[in-house]
């Protein structure tokens, strides 16, 4: 993983319903080290660091740089990084390299201490990265997910394209009775 596969881990994990382990491994299905693995006491323990990153995005959506500093801090001082070097998971051919990266806690710690860890330094770096002025919430009535804007022209309004649609569908319907 890079640097924008953890803030992406922390948008996904602000925005989850940690109800129970299928919705926890909803929002890490793209990480299957981690999802594979998920336990209900990985949703307990991930459920206090989801509030964290959500008043971090909070604040970062109404441009409080002291609040946002703060949140962050909390989640980093909670859930630091303890980076590991890995060659992969599973065998590797020979003659062939390794899948080299970075893990952010010891591949033997629960799914939970790795996620919350890549989370907050998710956050950290996206805040470090894009500023607090391309986060944002969905504008989709009923939605409220959080979003990066990463766009050129800083236009995005919405989570998915799931919610744009719906939104542009209504209003063309609206506007055709």
């Not at 969905?138 to 799931?162: E, H, I, M, Q, V």
Request: hydrophobic share 45%; charged share 20%; with cysteine.
């Amino acid at each position: 993983m890079d640097n924008a596969d953890y803030t992406d881990v922390a948008l996904r994990l602000a925005n989850a319903a940690l109800t129970d382990v299928p919705a926890l491994r909803a929002a890490l299905h793209d990480e299957p080290w981690w999802s594979d693995r998920a336990s209900e006491a990985d949703v307990a323990a991930l459920a206090p660091v989801a509030a964290g990153l959500r008043r971090a995005l909070d604040r970062a959506v109404a441009g409080d740089a002291e609040g946002v500093l703060a949140e962050v801090n909390v989640l980093l001082a909670a859930h630091p990084p303890r980076p590991r070097l890995s060659a992969g998971h599973g065998s590797t051919p020979t003659g062939q390299s390794p899948n080299w990266h970075v893990h952010v806690a010891s591949v033997n710690d629960p799914p939970a201490t790795e996620v919350a860890a890549a989370a907050a330094w998710g956050m950290a770096h996206g805040i470090v990265r894009h500023g607090l002025t391309r986060w944002g919430r969905c504008a989709a009535d009923g939605c409220g997910n959080y979003y990066l804007d990463t766009s050129t022209n800083r236009a995005k309004r919405f989570c998915s394209p799931r919610c744009a649609n719906r939104v542009h569908v209504a209003a063309f319907r609206s506007r055709r009775r």
